[in-house]
């Protein structure tokens, strides 16, 4: 079946450095988003890539959707504590039939 | 309503009783999907609905598990017969559009078995 994969599973930063969660399915994805969840909140939504090659960039967040839309990535330049958690990916299969495959995310700690 | 709502907010319960969660998603939404979050871990798919319908219920653990989803709305998923290893929580989530909406996420069910 299909799967997401997320890399890497963990990540500790100093504040002010940048970071880079990578998403990898076995499939081809018609699409991709991206959640955050807070320590002891519950996912929410970030952004969606539809297009192959599409770049998405929200303030210190950039979002790519790969060309073979296999793959995606979530690069934060300069974090912030407030960007702590665990990031998500998640995708819907090439045949859309609405089910939504979550990576296993990446959790991120930034040491102020 | 303002977002998606689930009841209860902590559920504990002994070993082999049933239990039924209740997930109220956004109105107008169509799609609503059940998850479960094991502590530090990802998000397992557990059933998905369009509408009053389940076009895939492949995420479901065991025949313990059921769901069911009334007038379009609320969904009530039961477990019957719980174990510990169904402890978790239980994410409810609900989107416009099954294909490409963003889904809007509950704040859970931390359901415990002791």
């Known amino acids: 079946g299909q799967q997401v994969m997320q890399i890497p599973q963990y990540q500790h930063v100093q504040e002010g450095e940048d970071f880079t969660t990578y998403c990898n399915s076995s499939?081809?994805?018609?699409?991709i988003q991206w959640y955050k969840q807070r320590p002891g909140g519950h996912p929410v939504f970030l952004i969606q890539?539809?297009?192959?090659?599409e770049v998405k960039k929200q303030k210190r967040l950039t979002f790519q959707f790969g060309e073979a839309k296999k793959n995606s990535s979530l690069h934060i330049t300069a974090t912030q504590t407030t960007d702590v958690g665990t990031y998500f990916c998640?995708?819907?299969?090439?045949?859309?039939?609405?089910?939504?495959?979550f990576g296993q995310g990446t959790t991120l700690q930034v040491k102020p | 309503g303002a977002g998606v709502s689930q009841s209860p907010s902590n559920k504990v319960t002994e070993k082999g009783k049933d239990v039924e969660l209740r997930c109220d998603p956004i109105?107008?939404?169509?799609?609503l999907y059940w998850y479960r979050q094991s502590l530090g871990q990802g998000l397992e798919f557990l059933i998905y609905?369009?509408?009053?319908?389940?076009?895939?219920k492949s995420g479901l653990p065991s025949d313990r598990f059921s769901a069911e989803r009334t007038g379009g709305s609320v969904s009530t998923l039961t477990i019957q017969r719980t174990q510990q290893e169904d402890s978790a929580v239980y994410l409810c989530?609900?989107?416009?559009?099954?294909?490409?909406?963003?889904?809007?996420f509950g704040p859970g069910t931390r359901l415990t078995v002791t």
């Open positions: 609905f369009q509408g009053n319908s389940a076009p895939d």
């Open positions: 109105s107008g939404h169509t799609a």
């Open positions: 989530a609900s989107s416009w559009d099954r294909a490409l909406g963003e889904q809007y």
């Open positions: 499939t081809t994805l018609s699409n």
């Open positions: 998640a995708g819907h299969g090439s045949s859309n039939t609405g089910k939504l495959i």
């Open positions: 890539l539809v297009k192959s090659g």
